[in-house]
């Protein structure tokens, strides 16, 4: 996934000027096409119809429209979501275990100090 979400990352950045990007609905809605796969599908199905009702609601239900399409709380609250379904919840225990045994190896300074230091925030 974090792949995915570097991915949909330079998207944005190449397509900053686009109204869609500045647009936290419709940015959220175009996160959610990129996901595709039988792991994923069920959940971004779910995300996109409770994305649409919390910004139209569902007047034959009686549900009444929570967010504008702009507001940043949507954003947050859908990656926060994101993160707690696909977070690797082992990934800080496996980097702590790599800096543990970390050596330097035949990496040059630069190699070892960069690999290092990405260690060291992956493990928190």
Wanted: net charge negative.
């Amino acid at each position: 996934m974090k792949q995915f979400t570097q991915e949909f990352t330079i998207y944005q950045m190449i397509n900053q000027d686009s109204p869609t990007m500045w647009n936290v609905y419709t940015c959220t809605a175009l996160f959610l096409s990129f996901m595709r796969g039988p792991a994923i599908n069920d959940w971004a199905l779910q995300q996109t119809e409770g994305l649409y009702t919390k910004c139209n609601g569902d007047p034959l239900n009686g549900i009444a429209p929570m967010y504008q399409m702009d507001d940043e709380q949507i954003w947050v609250e859908f990656s926060h979501e994101f993160r707690h379904a696909f977070a690797d919840t082992a990934s800080e225990q496996c980097a702590y275990g790599e800096l543990a045994s970390y050596t330097m190896g035949g990496s040059t300074i630069d190699e070892y100090v960069a690999h290092f230091k990405h260690l060291l925030q992956k493990a928190g």
